[in-house]
Structure formats: structure tokens, C-alpha cells
């Protein structure tokens, strides 16, 4: 695995183009299944990729959750948004595998789907 085993990418879909500069917090779910521990930040680069979370190696099988923080991009340039942050928790069954986690945001919306 030469890159972090978690990546995504944010593009405004109100733009067409990437979303720099948004916030990103990957966290595991504790054994009791009610609380997360925060694994790692970090923020979007110029192309909207966040590639480098964690160190390029597996993390173990379970349920992680990353958090994208939209707010203060749209406020940067003078938007509203409706979602200040967006929670996409995710199985992680495979440690072998790479997980990337694109999300396409607007102002008033999300979505988002497993990449590749």
C-alpha cells in the first residue's frame, strides 16, 4: 500500500470544480459500538484530494466514520450552507483494500458512493 488505506475527494458541484481547503476528520468506532476515537485531520488540497490521512497501512476490519466540514468553504466564498458538516460512516471488511470516499457538495445538498 504506497498511500493512506482511506482517501476522498470533494468537488462543488455547484461549480464544477474542487473543493479546497474543507476539513476532514476520520474517526473508528470503539468496541462498545456508542463512541468514536479520532484517527486523523486534514483538509483538502487544490484538486479537492485528501490522499495523505494516515500512513500508507491497513487498518484493521471495522466501522469508521469520516467527517467533512463544508461550512466554512462556502463561506470563504460568501455562500450559505445549509450541511456545516457531513457524516458518512463506512464498513471496512477488507484491511487489504483501499477506501476512497468521494463526496460531491452544494450549498443545499450532498451525495456521495464508494470509489475507487
Keep these: 500500500m504506497s498511500k493512506s488505506p482511506v482517501t476522498c475527494h470533494v468537488l462543488d458541484s455547484s461549480i464544477g470544480k474542487p473543493a479546497q481547503g474543507v476539513s476532514v476528520h476520520l474517526q473508528s468506532l470503539n468496541e462498545d459500538n456508542s463512541s468514536f476515537t479520532s484517527l486523523a485531520t486534514g483538509e483538502t488540497n487544490a484538486d479537492g484530494r485528501c490522499s495523505d490521512l494516515l500512513p500508507p497501512q491497513p487498518l484493521p476490519a471495522g466501522t469508521y466514520k ?29 484491511p487489504a483494500e483501499h477506501h476512497h470516499i468521494p463526496l460531491l457538495i452544494s450549498p443545499y445538498s450532498f451525495t456521495t458512493y464508494r470509489g475507487s
Excluded: H, M, Q, T
Excluded at 467527517?67 to 471488511?93: H, M, N, Q, T
Design 66 to 94: 469520516i467527517i467533512f466540514k463544508p461550512k466554512e468553504y462556502f463561506e470563504r466564498s460568501g455562500r450559505k450552507c445549509f450541511y456545516p458538516w457531513v457524516e458518512i460512516a463506512f464498513d471496512l471488511e477488507n
